[in-house]
């Protein structure tokens, strides 16, 4: 990325483009330790009125951490990540990640972040802190 | 319902050490390559530290909001003391019915006694009828 010196209000971080799969959920499960049947057993989550299995909130709260990290490649770190979960994400969606730098501070930036899907519905949104050393 | 009396009370403390394996994972199954930063999202990986007395519903449980605060970047090998603590219960009408909102915070600290993270979820709960 480029150095704090030359981050401006109203940059755009690299968006990140993310197709969950099956596979992906039952992966983030083990990782994650949340075995929730709504994001793996199919059937159950028709049962409980979802339509089908959704994907793990976090599983998309990181997927927009991956595009923080990936642009910061280790200039900066977060010191503050916040959500909203708004609508629900499935298997085979296309889930497009962006942020935009709201304000610049002495030693930080605060950025508003979301991730949209292929209809432009609001998945998440919430803010990040970064915070710059000197 | 979600009883309120739980506003307040925390869980027993838990003790994780932060793994270079553990972390490789989770990074793995969000599709990023493990370069040995630990994702600003594992914390969620710290499981256990259940209130007392606060009986969440297992099914109809909805994630709403999660928020992080970092005061300084976890580590891979970091032995971290966490605990868990109800801030508060409360009701809103919504197009679905009544819901209820538990907001729980926990806090991470290193070996020393240093405040190393909170993070802060909202769930809901929907009342069935």
Redesign the interface.
Known sequence: MEKFAVLQAGASIPERV?IPTDM?LR??A?????YNPIHLDEKFAQQ?GLGGVIAH???T???V??M???WLN?EG?????????QNMVRPGDTIHCTGVIKEKLANAVVCDVKALNQKSMEIIAGSAVITFKD | MINKDAIGRESEVMTTRVEAE?VR??A?????PYVG?V???FI??F?GGTVPGLDLPE??L??????????R?IKVGDVLNYKRRVKNIYERAGKLGKMTFVVQEMEGRSATGDLVFTATSTLIAREEG
């Open positions: 993310w992906q992966q983030y083990e990782a994650s330790g949340d409980v909130g976090m599983l709260m990181a997927q951490g991956a923080l990290t990936q280790g770190s977060i010191s503050q990540f916040e959500v909203r979960f | 553990n994972r989770f793995e199954a969000i599709g990023i930063e994702p600003p999202t969620i990986t499981r099914k109809g909805i994630h709403g909001g999660q928020k992080f605060t970092y005061y970047p």
